[in-house]
């Protein structure tokens, strides 16, 4: 016999600085459609703050590519391991969106999320390029196959060519790319990974102004997304210094304390300000909440060899040895060490 379920929500909007409640609303629906149910609520919210964070666009916020509640499910649990970040929570989350797929093969939130993550990999140094292309070349073939004018499928297709062009050393096409990636956020929100790559490439560019207006843009509707906080960190430190940087990583660390690439970062912007306890403190935290992940381990090693310390140095070197997959990483560290301490012999 089929059961008609009944669904109770209530939304409230708080402002955060006295705990005034500025709207409150409460649903109670059949849930029949809970995506519909979703798209209700996101819309309301969007109405009550003045559809400030939408920037006039009601589509940023409603529509979800599925109508299988199950892959929903287990999208929604990938994102979470996503947010997480770490080695083993990237392979997760990859493994968990293959799932959703397999649910719902035409899931188009889930091959885009599916492709951010092999970004994150990618850049994280878990993943291998080579199968990593090939994989998200396909992801973005069938997006753009179902959607056509789908704006992030587009973003990374221009991405990954540019880093192609790059690894050619074709760096006018690189160029190209990247500043038609630029460009293609005038259309859209995109991508706020990309983004992030983006205002990052402007920076390396001396482009300043324009990474500046690139995320301003985002941030004034999503105030406490990390990967617009990243790049705004990058900026600052290029512009301002590095003491800049510090209040964005932190505001961005209280979204994901354990986010092992804001402790990276965080790390080495202690280093930059020749705080070398605090800098490794940072270190050790990421390979504590990351423990797939040799590069902390190697940044410890290197520290504690350019400030005299040897015997701890050597320590750290050994830990890299049992955990680095990559014999030329080792043997790099060794060198860098050696000259370090101008010891010949091992050189």
């Not at 990351?290 to 050994?318: F, K, M, Q, S």
């Amino acid at each position: 016999e089929f059961r008609r379920v009944l669904f109770r929500s209530t939304a409230q909007l708080i402002r955060a600085d006295d705990g005034f409640q500025v709207w409150s609303q409460s649903y109670d629906r059949i849930l029949d459609d809970i995506f519909a149910i979703q798209d209700e609520i996101a819309a309301d919210v969007a109405s009550a703050l003045g559809s400030t964070l939408l920037a006039g666009n009601d589509s940023a916020i409603v529509g979800l590519f599925t109508d299988d509640v199950d892959a929903y499910d287990i999208y929604l649990r990938a994102l979470a391991q996503q947010a997480v970040g770490t080695f083993d929570a990237l392979s997760k989350a990859e493994a968990l969106f293959s799932e959703a797929l397999l649910a719902d093969p035409s899931f188009i939130d889930a091959k885009l999320a599916l492709l951010r993550n092999n970004f994150f990999k990618l850049y994280a140094g878990a993943g291998e390029y080579d199968s990593n292309l090939v994989a998200s070349t396909r992801l973005i073939s069938d997006v753009r196959a179902e959607d056509p004018e789908n704006l992030a499928a587009r973003q990374y297709d221009l991405k990954y060519r540019s880093d192609a062009a790059a690894a050619a050393m074709d760096m006018l096409t690189r160029r190209a790319l990247m500043d038609e990636l630029v460009m293609s956020f005038q259309e859209g929100y995109g991508d706020s990974f990309l983004r992030f790559l983006s205002a990052n490439y402007l920076v390396g560019q001396s482009r300043p102004d324009e990474a500046l207006q690139l995320l301003q843009e985002a941030l004034a509707s999503d105030p406490l997304n990390v990967d617009l906080l990243k790049a705004q960190a990058t900026l600052l430190w290029d512009t301002v210094g590095p003491d800049a940087a510090e209040l964005p990583l932190k505001t961005a660390l209280k979204v994901q304390p354990d986010n092992p690439d804001l402790l990276w970062r965080l790390g080495v912007l202690e280093f930059g300000r020749k705080r070398v306890v605090e800098g490794l403190r940072y270190m050790r935290r990421v390979e504590l909440v990351d423990p797939l992940n040799a590069a902390p381990t190697h940044e410890i090693a290197l520290t504690l060899n350019e400030v005299g310390l040897y015997e701890h140095a050597n320590r750290w070197l050994e830990e890299f040895r049992s955990r680095a997959t990559a014999h030329g990483r080792i043997v790099a560290l060794e060198v860098h060490m050696a000259a370090e301490r101008n010891d010949v012999e091992t050189l």
